[in-house]
């Protein structure tokens, strides 16, 4: 879809431009959304931007802030940024729906598949804080809790995979173990043992965290956190194949 205002993409690659120089490869892509894209723009209509990041958000509001002030002066227009990380672009609402949907994109060298991959690290990552987390708990005999963080290690390590892979995550935690399921179980990608045992982690989860009379015990937890285990190695794996110089992993 092409913006309504041909002075888009060039607002959209100089803000992205200013941002990069100050974020590095903090900055995942920039979306030109509002009336300069869809129409019904006036004259002195502001370029509304949205800075997708993947650093922290103080950081990234005064990124933007610097980057809008700099290219409002230069063009002699006015430049609204919205900072948003990806997980809170990916959220409900009318807006970011639509701007998923229709916003113009522009993105650092790479293009949208380099954004991803970046993105996928990050999940990554964050699976693997959540794997420690829910071994701490078990070593403490908080099996419940155990179970719950394993499962949250073992679904991030999905998404960052589903993601590196170029798929949209579904919204739903049964639609993640689906789409797992079908994309990388059925297709033989991924063994058949390791789809069941998500399945029943996310059934155990719900258990664990609705359950208040369920008996969640140290197998139930062992088998979960081991099940996280295997899938951060697993896609940790393919990372470090694809991607040898890419951020540290544990």
């Given amino acids: 879809m092409r913006p309504a205002d041909p002075k888009v993409e060039r607002v959209a690659l100089s803000f992205l431009s200013e941002v990069r120089r100050i974020l590095g490869d903090g900055v995942l892509a920039v979306v030109a959304f509002g009336s300069r894209v869809w129409g019904g723009y006036r004259e002195d209509s502001d370029y509304d931007l949205i800075l997708l990041h993947r650093t922290d958000e103080k950081r990234a509001e005064e990124a933007a802030a610097e980057a809008a002030l700099k290219i409002s002066a230069e063009l002699g227009i006015g430049v609204e940024p919205i900072v948003l990380s990806m997980s809170e672009f990916r959220g409900d609402g009318y807006l970011v729906e639509k701007c998923r949907k229709d916003g113009f994109f522009v993105y650092p060298d790479g293009g949208e598949k380099e954004a991803r991959r970046r993105e996928s690290l990050d999940i990554l990552m964050l699976a693997e804080e959540f794997l420690d987390i829910a071994k701490l708990l078990m070593g403490n005999k908080k099996y419940r809790g155990a179970v719950d963080e394993a499962y949250n290690a073992a679904e991030l390590a999905v998404k960052a995979l589903m993601l590196w892979d170029g798929y949209d995550i ?3 935690h049964g639609g993640i173990v689906g789409e797992f399921g079908r994309l990388y179980v059925l297709t033989g990608r991924i063994e058949n043992r390791l789809g069941r045992l998500l399945s029943l982690s996310l059934e155990r ?18 088998t979960v956190v081991e099940l996280a285990e295997e899938l951060i190695e697993h896609v940790k794996d393919l990372f470090k194949s694809c991607r040898p110089k890419e951020r540290k992993l544990k």
């Fill in 170 to 172: 579904p919204g739903s």
């Fill in 205 to 222: 989860r719900n258990r664990a965290r609705y359950d208040a009379r369920a008996d969640i015990g140290e197998e139930d937890a062992r």
